[in-house]
């Protein structure tokens, strides 16, 4: 168990919904990584949050949006969706320092757009 | 424009012996480098990692081996054993100031050991 959480587990949705996916970090790591991985692709890197402030921007689509709340959870959110969203996504949150730079991933959140 | 490469889709070992996973990256600006093993329906878990001051680290059975010249690293299991059975990602991280240090992974690479 990494002590990192995302709700929910699956996702089934049809194309133009919009959903919304939860994660929160390990107690006291202030960073959250989104990453979405498609079919037979790794992990892409899709924004980072660090203490509620938008820190990167990856190859994420206009009609996707994330947010850190002050308790540092964090929200993403996917709307106008289309089939090829359908992907596992994941978050991850991490220290941040620049010696050690693991990320702890959480179990991920199954999004099945029909 | 794939910037970590896992050239090696599967690989099979026998129990006992060594599994030596590689990774190549083309980016010389990344100075970090993590292994993460990924069962099914799990997310991937962090395994070892590497500066790029060094060039060997070693953690119970996994070692990294990180060869800087040729922008190249592998991971090395020994013994493997049946549990090892996953898909290894490979991942990169350069320093691009303040707090961001994403990760740049490879497609991975499923290993089997066989009993």
């Known amino acids: 168990d990494s002590g990192v959480t995302q709700t929910p587990k699956h996702l089934i949705t049809a194309t133009g919904q919009r959903v919304t996916l939860r994660c929160s970090p390990r107690?006291?790591?202030?960073?959250v990584y989104w990453y979405q991985q498609s079919l037979d692709q790794g992990l892409q890197f899709l924004i980072q949050?660090?203490?509620?402030?938008?820190?990167a921007k990856g190859n994420i689509l206009e009609r996707f949006s994330a947010q850190q709340f002050p308790d540092l959870h964090s929200e993403l959110n996917l709307s106008s969706l289309e089939l090829g969203d359908s992907a596992l996504y994941f978050c991850?949150?991490?220290?941040?320092?620049?010696?050690?730079?693991?990320?702890?991933f959480g179990p991920g959140t199954r999004l099945t757009v029909l | 424009d794939q910037q970590v490469k896992q050239n090696s889709p599967s690989l099979s070992v026998q129990e006992g012996r060594i599994s030596i996973l590689n990774c190549d990256y083309t980016?010389?600006?990344?100075?970090?480098f993590l292994w993460y093993k990924k069962y099914p329906a799990e997310g991937p878990t962090f395994l070892i990692s590497?500066?790029?001051?060094?060039d060997k680290n070693e953690d119970g059975r996994f070692t990294v081996f990180l060869n800087k010249s040729a922008k190249h690293l592998s991971l090395h299991i020994v013994p493997s054993q049946p549990g090892d059975s996953a898909v290894y990602f490979c991942a990169a991280s350069a320093y691009s100031g303040g707090s961001n240090y994403k990760l740049t992974f490879g497609k991975g690479t499923l290993l089997t050991v066989n009993p």
């Open positions: 991850a949150s991490s220290v941040v320092t620049s010696g050690r730079r693991e990320q702890f």
């Open positions: 107690s006291g790591d202030l960073s």
């Open positions: 980016n010389s600006m990344f100075d970090y």
């Open positions: 590497i500066s790029s001051i060094k």
């Open positions: 949050y660090y203490n509620g402030e938008e820190r």
